[in-house]
């Protein structure tokens, strides 16, 4: 049985992941809220579900696919989502900015691939792995994500499925009505534990 939204939602803020608040992003703007899948994840039995959850999206067309994950947010979820699927799990990561697959992992000419993601908000991570994959001779094939922080779907190259859709409220420091109402910046990640929603 798949999970509905009420329920997603209610996992990711029985483990404190969806937080309400004013926080600095990553890309400088500042948001009422803030979505921390990795609290979801440290939850085994919620992540194990998140990943059977993910393999019940995946279309006869990416069958057999092998699972590739950028590090570290993929990771676990790529993980859990290629052991549902009974497929290859692997990661590529950053060196020096630039995303590779390392560690001896390998992939066959035309071995068929799904980028699988814990959050996509721009895009930009699982496009460098879509073409990290087409550099390798491989093929990509689609791309999964838990959450899609975007109301409208970015430009993967490769179709997406994903669980649930928190499109962020993201202003500048000028436009900010939190700040306007003085309420203190956090930065998540911080020491500071902001308030769950
Ligand atoms: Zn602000």
Do not use: N
Request: one cysteine or more; hydrophobic letters at 40%.
């Amino acid at each position: 049985m798949s999970l509905s939204d009420a329920e997603l939602k209610g996992l990711f803020t029985k483990t404190g992941a969806l937080l309400t608040g004013h926080f600095l992003l990553s890309s400088g703007l500042h948001s009422d809220q803030y979505f921390q899948c990795a609290l979801v994840l440290s939850d085994t039995a919620a992540a194990e579900r998140l990943g059977r959850e993910l393999a019940a999206r995946v279309p006869p067309e990416w069958k057999g696919a092998t699972i590739v994950a950028p590090a570290l947010g993929g990771v676990v979820i790529g993980h859990e989502t290629a052991r549902a699927l009974g497929a290859r799990s692997l990661f590529t990561e950053r060196k020096d900015g630039c995303m590779e697959l390392r560690r001896g992992f390998t992939l066959s000419p035309g071995e068929r691939c799904v980028v699988v993601e814990d959050v996509i908000t721009t895009g930009k991570s699982t496009r460098e792995v879509v073409s990290v994959l087409k550099g390798l001779g491989a093929e990509p094939v689609g791309a999964l994500s838990i959450v899609l922080r975007a109301a409208d779907e970015p430009d993967l190259g490769v179709p997406l499925k994903s669980l649930a859709r928190l499109p962020a409220a993201a202003w500048t420091t000028l436009e900010c009505v939190l700040c306007r109402d003085g309420l203190p910046l956090v930065k998540p990640g911080s020491r500071e534990k902001p308030k769950a929603a």
